[in-house]
């Protein structure tokens, strides 16, 4: 079992940052990726961006390239989003998950935290 708690979710206005923080306990060394996806409301969950644990190599969706940066702390079994020039279209509940293989699909992640609500005003 593997536990994940996002946090640092909020209100911002357009062009603003946030970071988001994944907290990451149990069974992580089970864990080869970790990535964030967001749901908007009465939409699908999409991909936002993944890091290889170990090695550090990262994928990002094409709609937050150059504005979004993910990366980690082994250490500390964290997993951050710096989200910079955000956009309205950004709002949505953003949530960190594990997989076992780098992948986009929402079905190759296996555990996933509850969510943290960002949403950006124009």
């Known amino acids: 079992q593997v536990q994940l708690v996002e946090s640092g979710g909020g209100l911002v206005q357009a062009g603003g940052s946030l970071r988001l923080s994944c907290a990451a306990s149990?069974?992580?060394?089970?864990?080869?990726?970790m990535g964030w996806f967001r749901q908007a409301p009465g939409m699908e969950r999409d991909f936002v961006a993944a890091?290889?644990?170990?090695?550090?190599?990262?994928q990002y969706a094409d709609s937050v390239k150059g504005r979004f940066t993910i990366f980690r702390d082994i250490g500390r079994n964290m997993m951050y989003l710096q989200m910079n020039s955000l956009k309205p279209e950004d709002t949505a509940v953003y949530y960190c998950?594990?997989?076992?293989?780098?992948?986009?699909?929402?079905?190759?992640?296996?555990?996933w935290g509850q969510g943290t609500q960002v949403t950006v005003s124009s």
């Open positions: 998950a594990t997989s076992g293989r780098f992948s986009t699909s929402t079905s190759d992640y296996d555990y």
């Open positions: 149990g069974r992580t060394f089970s864990s080869k990726v």
């Open positions: 890091i290889n644990w170990r090695g550090g190599l990262t």
